[in-house]
């Protein structure tokens, strides 16, 4: 399983920005799919998740209204597109695999991890 995330960059305060993963591999279609972050200095923490089989989402709160997970089964990419981005969203941003199917919000809980796309938002 290979995950290649892209689209990470600098932007401003309220601008917006669109983060893809390409998963190949195997089939995911029983997977979920997830995004975390990790600013310097601090964990990893879950920014959403999406089932790859019917696409429902979840997300952290700290990114709910302003973050949208999405899908495209044909090109077998995850996005995640960032809008009214803040400085506090500054970090690495990861994309990862779950195998067993469940909506997980641990890193723990991802079997598979892409490299990471650094998004940096200026004030």
């Known amino acids: 399983v290979q995950l290649q995330a892209s689209g990470g960059g600098l932007v401003q305060a309220g601008g917006s920005l669109r983060l893809s993963c390409a998963a190949s591999g195997r089939t995911f279609s029983n997977y979920v799919m997830g995004w975390f972050r990790q600013a310097p200095g601090k964990e990893r923490e879950f920014v959403a998740a999406i089932r790859w089989k019917n696409g429902s989402t979840y997300y952290a709160d700290s990114v709910k209204g302003r973050f949208i997970i999405s899908r495209d089964n044909a090109k077998n990419t995850v996005y995640l597109q960032m809008n009214s981005l803040k400085p506090e969203d500054t970090a690495v941003y990861y994309c990862?695999?779950?195998?067993?199917?469940?909506?997980?919000?641990?890193?723990?809980?991802?079997?598979?991890w892409g490299q990471g796309t650094l998004v940096t938002v200026s004030s």
């Open positions: 990862a695999a779950d195998r067993w199917g469940q909506i997980a919000t641990m890193p723990r809980e991802y079997d598979y």
